[in-house]
């Protein structure tokens, strides 16, 4: 191995190139798990982070199977100690809250329980040595916000519930994009009141 760090396997030299722009090839947007999926997955990544000034837990999730998605990633985060950010108002921030901490208990039951036998705040250490390379299942939702920068819609993952390694994974049917309406007011009016029960 080379003493130069900018030293490629090639025996080319990335300093001494002098490209201002470079891409990764294979990367890009992809398509989220589809919304309701249930998947095989572990935490490869625990560790307290912060967000406009708010402490959370950070978890990155690996998924194993089913192949389709294999190695993708799902990210996590956990409010249990600070206010969410996003949290409307202090009644709804400390209901997320105690939903973050049941949702943490959750997942440390599927990982061993060793996390919640202790009453203090966990260290990154704890996160890592309890939480991470458990497998269990998740259900992965979708998540969808505008492009600050291109306004275009941006989608993801996100966790919506864990469970026991046994449980049975299922990939949810694609939801169909959404189209321009083609059925008239009148006609959805009507098959509205078809679907009402009085």
């Known amino acids: 191995m080379s003493n130069n760090f900018w030293e ?3 025996g080319n030299n990335a300093a001494t190139t002098k490209t201002a722009e470079y891409e990764i090839a294979g990367g890009g947007n992809m398509e ?4 309701g999926s249930t998947v ?3 935490i490869d990544e625990a560790k307290w982070a912060e967000k406009d000034g708010a402490q ?3 978890l ?3 998924v194993i199977q089913p192949d389709a998605y294999k190695n993708r990633k799902v990210f996590q985060k956990l409010f ?3 206010d969410d950010p996003g949290a ?3 009644d709804k921030a400390a209901k997320k809250r105690d939903k973050a901490r049941r949702m943490l208990a959750a997942i440390d039951t599927n990982a061993g329980g060793k996390l919640t036998s202790k009453s203090g705040k966990p260290t990154d250490e704890d996160l890592t040595m309890h939480l991470t390379n458990k497998p269990m299942v998740i259900k992965c939702m979708v998540w969808e916000v505008d492009d600050r920068q291109t306004g275009e819609k941006i989608r993801g993952n996100w966790v919506a519930m864990v469970a026991p390694k046994s449980t049975p994974t299922s ?3 694609e939801a169909p994009k959404k189209a321009a309406a083609s059925r008239s007011f009148a006609d959805t009016a009507a098959s509205l009141d078809s679907d009402i029960p009085f």
Not at 32 to 35: C, K, N, S
């Open 40 to 42: 095989l997955a572990m």
């Open 56 to 58: 959370h837990i950070s």
């Open 88 to 90: 409307k108002d202090a």
């Open 60 to 62: 990155r999730w690996t």
């Open 171 to 173: 990939i949810a049917a």
């Open 8 to 10: 490629l396997s090639d």
């Open 80 to 82: 249990v100690t600070d």
């Open 32 to 35: 989220p798990i589809p919304d």
